[in-house]
Structures are given as C-alpha cells and as structure tokens.
C-alpha cells in the first residue's frame, strides 16, 4: 500500500496538473471505485460536473481536492465539499493525454473543460476509492479524515505531544507506529526501516521506551520519509507510479525492508524476516534484539 512519501508524490502531481481546472465530465466505470461515495455513482457524477479542483491536499494517506464553483479558479473560495481519494493497495490516479488508449483497469476518469489532459483512477484490486464528502471551511480537512494524525513531515506536528502519547501506550512500538490516529502516513515499509535506524526491534513494549530512544525513533521516521520522497517513493513493481506512470527509486536504499538473508547494512549479519500482523516485518538480529519478555 502506498505510504506517505508515495501520496505526497502523487499530491504533487496533481497539484502541477490538475489544481484550477473545471470538470467538464465524470464516468465512473466500476461501481467500487465510488462504494465510499454513500449516495451512489449519479450523485457523485453530479457533485464534481461543472466544479472546480482547487488545490490538491493530504493527511497520512489520503488525498482530497477542495471543490469551488465554476471560474474561482484556484484562489476562490471553496464550498467546503472535496474530492477525497484513496489509493489502497493498487490504486493510481494519472493524468493523461485523452487520445492515450484506455488502462485495463481503468475505473473513473474526469475530463476538463480546456479539452486538456484528463485525470485518470486505474485500480487493479479495488480496494482504493473516491468519494465527494463535506470538508472544512475553505476547503480544509474533510470531517471523515479528522481522525487521522498529523504526520512527522507536517510543520504543526508536537513531538513531545508525540512522544508522551507514545510511552503511554501499552502496545509494541511497531503496531503504535502503524496506528494512523497517533502518527499518520507510517506504513509497513517505513515502520521497518525507522525502527532499523533507531535500533529497536518492532515488538518493544512503547511503554519501555526511553526519552531518548523515542527521539531517535521519530528521527528515523523523518530522515527516512524524507529520502524516500526525494526518491519519488518505493516501486516494488508497476502498481506504485506517480501521475505521469513514472516509478520511485527508494527501494534501491531500503536496508531491511524486502532484504531477507542479505548483509545488514550497519554490521552485516543477516536480515530477519518474522511474520507480524499478517505481513512480513523485517530486522537486524544484532543491531534491533527482541526484548526480553515480561516477567508474569
């Protein structure tokens, strides 16, 4: 699943292409790419013709494009209704050329009222989705992703807040870093590589935690979400892309996620592969020791 540093790429994206155009047209070819959009796919055809796309935003995961009416433009005021997108697994949203031949999992497309570009959502499992919902003043958060945390990369994010909310929870820091309502935009990938930075092994007890070692960690997971975002994010295969179909090259750098049996990159012993939480979890087993288990 796309992660934070994939996101923002494809929120660029469709900043540079798409913020300030009017929707000309709405098709939606396959009834789950709007299944979160609750009053079915007529209304959310009818809710986005003849709109204008603002602004392209984003917290944690999702995206969402503030909605104004038509020749606002991207200044104007917003009518607090978004469209909000989420990926899921496979999915993407490309911006292309009309006469490019349609993708074969091609799901919703919005054309434009200047006859350029059109902005494609192509979904190979379909567990991504839009949906136009009720959003903030001036196009701000929508109501339903209120919940989500404020991610490390965010000027407004409260480390301290972070760290405190951290060390009370009883859970293993791996799960508390993949909780979206304590820090957004952390996933399986960068949850492994930040813990490979902090010397922590994923299942130390957070409420264990040392001051210190909850700053190194948060360290990690901004110095690794930032080079990964440099990188244009993680391509494992074809399904990650930005908005013009062009891959990430952060894999290339991962030191412990996907590389099983390979040299640690810090003291060479091989890297462990353990299931967690139905997925892979990747470690050094000298550089992050599993704690000692709790005495009863």
């Given at each position: 699943?796309?992660?934070?540093p994939?996101?923002?790429?494809?929120?660029?994206?469709?900043?540079?292409?798409?913020?300030?155009?009017?929707?000309?047209?709405?098709?939606?070819?396959?009834?789950?790419?709007v299944?979160?959009?609750?009053?079915?796919?007529?209304?959310?055809?009818?809710?986005?013709?003849?709109?204008?796309?603002?602004?392209?935003?984003?917290?944690?995961?999702?995206?969402?494009?503030?909605?104004?009416?038509?020749?606002?433009?991207?200044?104007?005021?917003?009518?607090?209704?978004?469209?909000?997108?989420?990926?899921?697994?496979?999915?993407?949203?490309?911006?292309?050329?009309?006469?490019?031949?349609?993708?074969?999992?091609?799901?919703?497309r919005?054309?434009?009222?200047?006859?350029?570009?059109?902005?494609?959502?192509v979904?190979?499992?379909?567990?991504?989705?839009?949906a136009?919902?009720?959003?903030?003043?001036?196009?701000?958060?929508?109501?339903?992703?209120a919940?989500?945390?404020?991610?490390?990369?965010?000027?407004s994010?409260?480390?301290?807040?972070?760290?405190?909310?951290?060390?009370r929870?009883?859970?293993?820091?791996?799960?508390?870093?993949?909780?979206?309502?304590?820090?957004?935009?952390?996933?399986?990938?960068?949850?492994?590589?930040?813990?490979?930075?902090?010397?922590?092994?994923?299942?130390?007890?957070?409420?264990?935690?040392?001051?210190?070692?909850?700053h190194?960690?948060?360290?990690?997971?901004?110095?690794?979400?930032?080079?990964?975002?440099?990188q244009?994010?993680?391509?494992?295969?074809?399904?990650?892309?930005?908005v013009n179909?062009?891959?990430?090259y952060?894999?290339?750098?991962l030191?412990?996620?996907?590389?099983?049996?390979?040299?640690?990159?810090?003291?060479?012993?091989?890297?462990?592969?353990?299931?967690?939480?139905?997925r892979?979890?990747?470690?050094?087993?000298?550089?992050?020791?599993?704690?000692?288990r709790?005495?009863?």
């Amino acid at each position: 699943m796309p992660e934070l540093p994939e996101v923002e790429v494809v929120r660029r994206g469709l900043e540079r292409w798409v913020a300030g155009r009017t929707i000309a047209s709405v098709e939606v070819r396959h009834p789950r790419a709007v299944r979160r959009h609750l009053e079915g796919a007529d209304s959310f055809v009818a809710q986005l013709t003849g709109r204008t796309l603002t602004a392209a935003r984003r917290r944690g995961k999702y995206l969402w494009l503030p909605l104004a009416e038509p020749g606002d433009g991207p200044a104007g005021t917003a009518t607090g209704t978004a469209l909000v997108a989420h990926l899921g697994m496979s999915g993407q949203l490309l911006v292309e050329k009309p006469s490019t031949p349609d993708e074969t999992h091609l799901r919703a497309r919005v054309t434009f009222s200047d006859g350029g570009r059109e902005l494609r959502f192509v979904d190979q499992r379909t567990f991504g989705g839009l949906a136009v919902e009720e959003a903030g003043p001036g196009g701000a958060l929508p109501h339903r992703l209120a919940h989500i945390a404020i991610d490390p990369l965010d000027g407004s994010f409260d480390a301290a807040a972070f760290s405190a909310a951290l060390r009370r929870r009883r859970t293993e820091v791996k799960r508390a870093l993949l909780d979206q309502t304590l820090i957004g935009g952390v996933g399986n990938i960068y949850a492994d590589e930040a813990l490979w930075r902090a010397r922590l092994h994923g299942s130390r007890p957070t409420d264990r935690l040392t001051r210190a070692q909850v700053h190194d960690l948060l360290e990690g997971v901004r110095d690794v979400l930032g080079e990964a975002l440099a990188q244009g994010g993680t391509s494992f295969d074809s399904l990650y892309v930005d908005v013009n179909g062009q891959s990430g090259y952060f894999s290339r750098f991962l030191a412990v996620y996907g590389q099983a049996d390979r040299p640690c990159p810090r003291c060479g012993t091989p890297i462990r592969r353990e299931s967690f939480m139905n997925r892979s979890s990747y470690s050094c087993p000298r550089c992050q020791p599993p704690p000692r288990r709790r005495a009863p």
